[in-house]
């Protein structure tokens, strides 16, 4: 990464951990329906691995998503209006924090089911694959998700037709309240390799290294290897669904958490930038400010209204159920 290009992701970052908070202390005040699920400490695998993907490659996630919606390019009023569910939500104000969807920016969307992401990603990137234009699909996973049945089908099937599908595993150890190991021996590099599928393990922390593999596994893809995965290993600084600012201390060991806040994704860039002589101060402080305002705004917009609840839900020309 250049030195503009360190800077450029150190404040996506930035804006997507401080957003992240600001949406914590808003559900813990009662202003957000339904669940949030935060991607704090994920930053640098959603900025790392988008960092690379052309503006035409689709992207899909889960509900772990505003993270990757945003490194997306979407605009952050109009993802922080939709987790409210307001007017001029990315959806309407209609989907909320587990569904957002930005076609424009070629977000495909997230799903609340785990791993449902990962055969509708097989789809598009058989699609891709027929219009021969050389795009890649990335698609975002938790390492719970790869555990799943239609991963190995999604993973079989995509090795066979040589997809261009780029599966990033985003390896954080728990599983909704579970840790990993207690659900599976194989770790989710050793399950994707039985499979024959060929993958990177990097330090999800790290996001030179996660977009230095990032650029190696899409440029593989495109050129019709066939589909990747990379396992970025990482830490959730907050927890599965948390509905405040503090994580419950009963719920993780303290020297895990220890562990992993001394290993913070933030402080890792932030340390790389001064290393260049860049003061990362500034940088964060802008992002900061851009995410003041807009929660400042986002509070301030009205929910939709019911007549809209109708509206944009089908496909022009659909008639709905016969
Ligand atoms: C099909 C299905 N089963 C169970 C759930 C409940 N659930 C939500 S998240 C989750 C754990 C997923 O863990 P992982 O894939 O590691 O993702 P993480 O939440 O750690 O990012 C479970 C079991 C669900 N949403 N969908
Ligand atoms: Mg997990």
């Not at 260049?276 to 400010?289: F, H, I, K, N, T």
Request: aromatic share 4%; net charge negative.
């Amino acid at each position: 990464m250049t030195e503009a290009e360190l800077i450029a992701a150190y404040r996506a970052m930035c804006l997507i951990r401080v957003f992240e908070e600001e949406v914590l202390g808003m559900t813990a005040a009662g202003l957000v329906p339904g669940f949030v699920h935060p991607c704090t400490g994920h930053e640098a695998v959603a900025v790392g691995v988008l960092a690379h993907r052309t503006p035409e490659e689709w992207v899909v996630s889960y509900y772990r998503c505003h993270g990757h919606a945003l490194a997306c390019g979407s605009d952050p009023l109009a993802v922080m209006r939709e987790i409210l569910t307001r007017q001029g939500g990315l959806c309407g104000g209609k989907g909320g924090s587990m569904h957002l969807a930005d076609r424009a920016n070629r977000f495909l969307g997230a799903s609340s089911i785990v791993a449902a992401q990962l055969p509708i990603s097989a789809g598009v990137a058989l699609n891709e694959q027929r219009a021969g234009d050389g795009r890649a699909v990335v698609v975002f996973c938790g390492d719970g998700a790869l555990g799943a049945g239609v991963a190995y089908e999604t993973l079989t099937t995509a090795r066979h037709l040589r997809l261009p599908l780029l599966v990033v595993c985003e390896d954080n150890g728990w599983q909704d309240h579970t840790p990993s190991h207690e659900v599976s021996s194989l770790s989710p590099a050793e399950l994707v390799g039985g499979l024959g599928v060929g993958h990177r393990l990097v330090d999800g922390n790290d996001v030179v290294e996660v977009a230095s593999a990032a650029a190696e596994l899409l440029a593989e893809c495109r050129a019709g290897a066939g589909p990747r995965v990379l396992v970025a290993r990482t830490y959730l600084r907050h927890f599965h669904a948390q509905s405040g600012r503090d994580v419950p201390p009963e719920y993780r060991p303290a020297a895990e958490v220890d562990h992993w806040r001394g290993r913070d994704p933030l402080e890792v860039a932030a340390n790389g930038l001064l290393a260049l002589g860049v003061d990362p101060a500034p940088v964060r402080a802008s992002a900061a400010e851009e995410v003041a305002g807009v929660v400042a705004d986002a509070l301030a917009t009205p929910e939709p209204e019911p007549a809209s609840a109708t509206t944009a839900v089908a496909v022009a020309g659909w008639a709905g159920p016969a």
